[in-house]
């Protein structure tokens, strides 16, 4: 068996770090900023980049939004600017938004009839904009000590929740700019994501201490024990469009699903990213999770529970876990799959797999990934991968990769005894 990085010769996908990821409205398209200084459109299904990338910031891309009926993406840089695009074009379709004092735009969202465009900044304060002028509405929302680093608005848009360097959330009047409460306090360590329940009830907030923690919006109460499971600091969460999971990207390079009302941990974590997971974002629908990531790379995650992750894969993927369940004695349901190539534009011609007799379907939490080697349920060693080839493999539960370079397996020498 061999394994092949094979570059593009028209290369796609962002040439750094991605900061930041989001779905449109209609889940067709993943957008993306990047500390390439570029906002780019992909195709949600084969992962084929849909327009030019949008070039205008002169710093790296930290943030974006995309407005609730899919026309324009706002982004945030720090360039000090928000930009307006059109999601047709990828024309800018204004002047920047200048204001934040001299510093990074850390978070942006929309409110929920994208007449107005939210932002958190390293200068300490949010600010409200118009975003047909792109003027400020009102005066800078002041009182956190520290950075924001992110801001979100509640589905009726009358809250926006703020998370912070100092350790605090802050819940302000959406109209006027007042503080609703005092501080939400808990966390020990910088607040690096905030989201709203989809029925505005709850508040969601991932920390460097590790911890993602749930708030009563309305009294600012803990409303469970902190989630533990990440290893380092807590990127991004987001909210299921039911509001029955949340999802958290980490520093620890895993996406982890927690049960909303439980805290109890939905699946195993999923693995593919090789470096620090910035950002992720459901899917409108929910089935569908995407992942931006230090290591260059966007993937698109099965959200859905149980074990179709193996008879859903798509592309390469689909063809290594199906040799490695091979290897197993383990089942992979024949299927037609199509060979992803994230660098280009159409994928390859669809060929189909062999079904194998089995006796019984082999559930994700089985493998395990130590040390480059994949193993099996009782611990033999599958096969190993060297690290520098990891993200350019589909993993588990991937479904599109988006990134420069593909790991090819060449398995037709792959031996089974």
Known sequence: MKLRKTPSERPQGHSSRVWCVAFTPDAT????????????????????????????????????????????????????????????????????????????????VFSPEGTRVISGSSDGTIRIWDARTGRSVMDPLAGHSGTVWSV????????????SADATLRLWNATTGDRLMQPLKGHSREVNSVAFSP???????????????????????????????HTTSVLSVSFSPDGEVIASGSIDATVRLWNATTGVPVMKPLEGHTDAVC????????????????????????????????????????????????SMRLSAAPRSTHLLNSNDTEPAQSSSTSQIVSEELLDPSQFRLESGWIKGPRDELIMWIPTDYWRGVLMPRTKVLIGRYRAMLDHQQWEIR
């Open 152 to 163: 979100a608005i509640s589905p009726d848009g009358t809250q926006i929740v703020s998370g």
């Open 29 to 108: 398209q993943v957008v993306s900023g990047s500390e390439d200084k570029t906002v780019s459109l992909w195709n949600a299904q084969t992962g084929a980049s849909v327009l030019n990338p949008f070039q205008g910031h002169s710093g790296l891309v930290k943030c974006l939004a995309v407005s609730p009926d899919g026309s324009y993406i706002a982004s945030g840089s720090a360039d000090k600017t928000i930009r307006l695009w059109d999601a047709r074009t990828g024309k800018q379709r204004a002047d920047p938004l200048t204001g934040h004092c001299g510093t990074w735009v850390q978070s942006l």
């Open 199 to 229: 029925d505005g009830a709850r508040i969601v907030s991932g920390s460097a201490d590790n911890t993602i923690r749930l708030w009563n919006a309305q009294t600012g109460d803990a409303a469970m024990e902190p989630l533990r499971g």
């Open 279 to 326: 950002s992720v974002a459901f899917s409108p629908d929910g089935t569908r999770l995407v992942s931006g990531s230090d290591d260059n790379t966007i993937r698109v995650w099965d959200a859905t529970p149980g074990d179709s992750w193996l008879v859903s894969q798509g592309g390469q993927g689909s063809t290594i876990w199906s040799t490695i369940a091979t």
